[in-house]
């Protein structure tokens, strides 16, 4: 295995001291948030996805999603049931995001959105599933400007 032991540890360093300085910026704001680390999240590489068996630090927000930092990219998830996902507010994810995924709450693989599908394709995506969760992630690049507010943006404008 050719692995560069420096660089990820030098990269796992940035991403856990990322996740605690957004924690403490939170806590700050008097969000009720948990900071976590949690294994068996996926990342794709070469077009596929792959299970991680080691953790990644998450902020848990209440009534809110979650913050992951993980190798490539740090995320927000939210988690939605069925009538709050058809209720979505779909125009501003899909207006103002450029990597975005919509999935199955039980079946993580079930994709709901393909880049260009419209509300439409997503819904019908979702209604001919057996799912009852839907799970909505968007992506960012780790120097991603303001993520505290970004992210305090985009629950204000789907949650």
């Known amino acids: 295995m050719n ?3 420096k660089e ?7 991403l856990y001291s990322m996740a605690k300085k957004d924690y403490q910026k939170l806590l700050r704001r008097n969000i009720d948030c948990s900071l ?5 999240n ?11 068996e080691y953790p990644i630090p ?3 927000c209440k009534n809110k999603g979650d913050i992951g930092y993980n190798l490539d990219k740090v995320f927000f998830e939210f988690s939605f049931d069925e009538n709050e996902f058809l209720n979505l507010n779909f125009d501003y994810i899909l207006n103002n995001f450029e990597d975005i995924e919509m999935y199955g709450g039980e079946d993580c693989l079930i994709d709901f959105y393909e880049k260009g599908n419209s509300e439409e394709d997503i819904i019908n995506e979702f209604k001919s599933s057996d799912e009852v969760i839907a799970l909505v992630s968007l992506y960012f690049d780790h120097d991603e400007e303001s993520l505290i507010d970004l992210f305090l943006d985009v629950c204000k404008n789907i949650i």
Do not use: F, G, M
Not at 8 to 14: E, G, R, V
Not at 36 to 40: A, I
């Open 36 to 40: 976590k680390n949690y294994k068996y």
């Open 42 to 52: 996926y990342i794709k590489l070469d077009e596929k996805y792959h299970k991680q």
């Open 8 to 14: 990820t540890h030098l990269l796992l360093n940035k």
């Open 3 to 5: 692995v560069d032991l």
């Open 58 to 60: 998450i902020i848990e």
